[in-house]
Each structure stands twice: as C-alpha cells, then as structure tokens.
C-alpha cells in the first residue's frame, strides 16, 4: 500500500502545478491575442469608415451649405492638410458661392491598403455628380483618392490626400 505525502504524491503535485501554471499562461496569452485582434479589426474598420466619409464629405457640397460642408472637411483632416484646406476656405466658399454648384455622390467604396497603430493608407472610390447654373443635369465623373490616415486621440483624421487615377 503507498503512503499519503510519500514522494510520488509530491512528485504529482509538483507535475501538476506545473500543467496548470502552464495552461494559465496559455489562456491569458490566447486572451491577450484575441483582445489584440479585435482591437486591430476596430482601427481598421475605424480607419476605412473615417476614410470613406471624408471621401464623401469631399464630395458632397452645396453652395447654400458652403461653410458646413468646409468645415465638416476641415475637422476629419489633421496636420498640413489640415492647415492648408484651412488657409484656403475662403476661395473655396467664394468659388462655391459664385457657381452656385452643388454635388452628390453615389457607390461609395473605401479598402484598408495598409495600417499600423497610428497610421493607415485607404483607397475610396466614388462617383460625384456635379451640377451648377451652367450644368443643369450635372455629370457624374469617378473619383478615387488615396487617403494617408493619421489615428488622433482615438480618432482616424486624414493627413494627405492624393487624387488617383
């Protein structure tokens, strides 16, 4: 008959504390990862969104609602975009009011090319009708820009912008 306390028990318990140790550690680093990724699925679900709606702020514009429009395209910018569209309201809102053009945007489409924490690069696809006193019925063209995308206090702001063809 074996001993209770005898050396196989402590050899057992020994064997078994170190399993367990082993599948704590297992479970908090597959937590860890999943945490991880749904983080990383949120920033670039985030990104893409941030991504398209400027697409269509830049493209959604009314001479009666000139000033709103500029600012809602200012404030999902940052850094030198920022300061530049900024330093050029003004003859956007008098060209806008001067034409009194107005533009509507349909099949809009946004990919994630690439992100990292801070950063992502977008490509947003979409169509812009443009009408104006002179263009009654407006003429739907195809806009794709590439969006450099800079993360700001939670927030995905563009920081450059490029027209591609």
């Known amino acids: 008959m074996s001993r209770l306390g005898g050396k196989g028990s402590r050899t057992l318990v020994v064997v078994l504390s170190v399993v367990v140790a082993g599948l704590l550690a297992g479970t908090g680093w597959l937590g860890h990862r999943v945490w991880q990724n749904d983080r990383d699925a949120d920033d670039w679900a985030q990104a893409r969104q941030s991504a398209r709606q400027m ?35 003004k003859v956007f809102l008098d060209q806008l009011n001067k034409t009194k053009a107005q533009s509507t945007v349909t099949d ?7 992100i990292d924490d801070d950063s992502a690069e977008v490509m947003v696809s979409l169509n812009g009708t443009v009408t104006n006193q002179k263009v009654k019925n407006g003429v739907t063209r195809a806009y794709r820009y590439l969006m450099q995308m800079t993360k700001v206090d939670d927030r995905w702001l563009v920081s450059q912008l490029e027209m591609v063809p």
């Open 108 to 114: 809009v489409e946004a990919a994630v090319v690439s």
């Open 55 to 89: 697409g269509v702020n830049l493209l959604t514009l009314d001479s009666k609602t000139a000033q709103q429009d500029l600012d809602r395209i200012v404030s999902g910018s940052t850094g030198d975009l920022k300061d530049e569209l900024s330093s050029q309201s």
